[in-house]
């Protein structure tokens, strides 16, 4: 399902003689313009974009012809972020340009999305060399402006998997570390060497001097690089990168299949992919942010964390801590649950939130989720029974047990649990257990 929306354009985008025009539709004022100027790297910054579109328009698992969805452009102070997700929901891509890249003013903040149609990527992709690019984010208008002529822009509704993909990620990408770090050229030449883009295998890439080194089985300082194709939108960007980062969370022996984070940097802007742990798993359908959505007490808490969010590029949890005076784990709860809404996004490069603004209402997350729906529904019924540490559930037609490990973690008895192990978040019955316990936690 879509989500549809009413957007005030006061015109079109369009590539016109002057720039690339992107017209927004939101931020502090009725139709702001929040940034006009060049892009210090236009070669750079055009092949960045044009690799978040093309993630957008293409769907890794059982590939589809390709579609036309809005990236999302999101301007605070002194950063343009440029995101995406690919139609099967398992690729999330981002471009950061930093300040370095701007030759202009952040004038004003705001978030929207804008269309990367076919005459725009042809336009970006003929940019080269020292030929200048000027963008404008403005009233519902992204004008990007070139040596060439002008496109006319068209808005599409965002896809309401995409808010479930969000909300996940950030949860997700939140505990990830950075894993590698190796020139370019030697980036370039390990992307040669992957599989074809029909490879749907799990490989695990380990660090091994300047550069990295395939294997079939996990081990410590590993990262999970599952469908290695799917990082094929990264390759046009490669001429212009010092570095590639790879970022992921711990893993060990025999540790299941897990996502990851491909940063190449420029020095100006950095071009990111996080993949899903396996090409036909969505990030819509994880899980992580689950128990963020689960309680009532992180609502009130996200509430007042959501009044203090000023824009920043980065979001500093401790000083956001003393400003809502509550302890920095109730507040990362609280950023949490406002990434469900689409409002807080996470920067593994910074290794910090950051502040943007979705065009969903807040509870929309909640109410497309059926696990978190059929846990309520099991929660209204007094269906949950607690023995200690562990609780009976029982269903019209089944009873299940749900222990909780020390670790915070719960198993259950029911078919999903015993598919998933846990890998794809909470079944609804540990969900319908962790809200009748105190406090609601972020499980993982």
């Known amino acids: 399902m879509n989500a549809v929306q009413t957007y005030r354009y006061l015109q079109p985008s369009a590539l016109r003689a002057a720039g690339l025009d992107l017209q927004t539709c939101g931020g502090p004022a009725a139709n702001p313009r929040f940034f006009a100027g060049f892009l210090t790297a236009p070669a750079a910054a055009a092949a960045g974009l044009l690799a978040v579109a093309e993630v957008a328009r293409t769907r890794y698992h059982q590939p589809v012809n390709p579609a036309s969805l809005d990236p999302v452009v999101t301007g605070s102070r002194g950063r343009l972020r440029f995101e995406s997700?690919?139609?099967?929901?398992?690729?999330?891509?981002?471009?950061?340009?930093?300040?370095?890249?701007l030759d202009g003013e952040i004038s004003g903040h705001g978030t929207t999305n804008v269309d990367v149609n076919p005459p725009l990527r042809e336009a970006l992709a003929r940019v080269g060399g020292i030929e200048p690019l000027h963008v404008a984010v403005g009233p519902d208008d992204l004008t990007v402006s070139t040596m060439d002529g002008s496109v006319v822009e068209r808005k599409v509704p965002l896809p309401g998997r995409w808010l479930r993909g969000f909300a996940e990620v950030h949860v997700l990408t939140a505990g990830f570390e950075p894993r590698a770090e190796i020139p370019a050229t030697e980036a370039a030449a390990f992307l040669r060497r992957l599989p074809a883009a029909t490879d749907r295998s799990v490989l695990w890439a380990v660090p091994a001097g300047r550069t990295l080194r395939l294997t079939s089985r996990p081990a410590p300082g590993a990262v999970c690089l599952a469908g290695a194709g799917r990082l094929a939108a990264l390759r046009g960007v490669l001429?212009?990168?010092?570095?590639?980062?790879?970022?992921?969370?711990?893993?060990?022996?025999?540790?299941?299949?897990?996502?990851?984070?491909?940063?190449?940097?420029?020095?100006?802007?950095?071009?990111?992919?996080?993949?899903?742990?396996?090409?036909?798993?969505?990030?819509?359908?994880?899980?992580?942010?689950?128990?963020?959505?689960?309680?009532?007490?992180?609502?009130?808490?996200?509430?007042?964390?959501?009044?203090?969010?000023?824009?920043?590029?980065?979001?500093?949890?401790?000083?956001?801590?003393?400003?809502?005076?509550?302890?920095?784990?109730?507040?990362?709860?609280?950023?949490?649950?406002?990434?469900?809404?689409?409002?807080?996004?996470?920067?593994?490069?910074?290794?910090?939130?950051?502040?943007?603004?979705?065009?969903?209402?807040?509870?929309?997350?909640?109410?497309?989720?059926?696990?978190?729906?059929?846990?309520?529904?099991?929660?209204?019924?007094?269906?949950?029974?607690?023995?200690?540490?562990?609780?009976?559930?029982?269903?019209?037609?089944?009873?299940?047990?749900?222990?909780?490990?020390?670790?915070?973690?719960?198993?259950?008895?029911?078919?999903?649990?015993?598919?998933?192990?846990?890998?794809?978040?909470?079944?609804r019955h540990a969900l319908a257990v962790s809200m009748v316990a105190a406090p609601v936690e972020v499980l993982s």
């Open 239 to 427: 001429r212009h990168a010092r570095t590639l980062r790879v970022y992921g969370p711990a893993v060990r022996a025999g540790s299941p299949a897990v996502p990851s984070t491909w940063e190449l940097d420029t020095g100006t802007l950095r071009v990111s992919l996080t993949l899903s742990p396996e090409p036909y798993r969505g990030f819509s359908g994880e899980g992580a942010a689950l128990a963020a959505l689960a309680g009532d007490d992180v609502v009130d808490d996200a509430e007042l964390v959501g009044a203090l969010l000023n824009w920043d590029p980065t979001i500093d949890v401790a000083a956001l801590a003393d400003a809502a005076a509550l302890p920095d784990g109730r507040v990362r709860a609280a950023l949490a649950q406002l990434g469900t809404a689409g409002r807080v996004g996470y920067d593994v490069a910074d290794g910090a939130y950051f502040h943007r603004v979705m065009p969903y209402d807040a509870g929309r997350a909640e109410r497309d989720n059926p696990r978190l729906l059929g846990a309520r529904a099991l929660v209204e019924r007094g269906a949950v029974e607690r023995d200690g540490e562990d609780a009976t559930v029982r269903t019209d037609a089944e009873v299940y047990r749900v222990r909780r490990h020390p670790d915070g973690a719960y198993s259950c008895t029911c078919r999903w649990w015993a598919r998933h192990r846990g890998q794809r978040g909470p079944c």
């Open 85 to 101: 997700f690919s139609g099967c929901c398992g690729v999330y891509a981002r471009m950061d340009v930093l300040p370095a890249g």
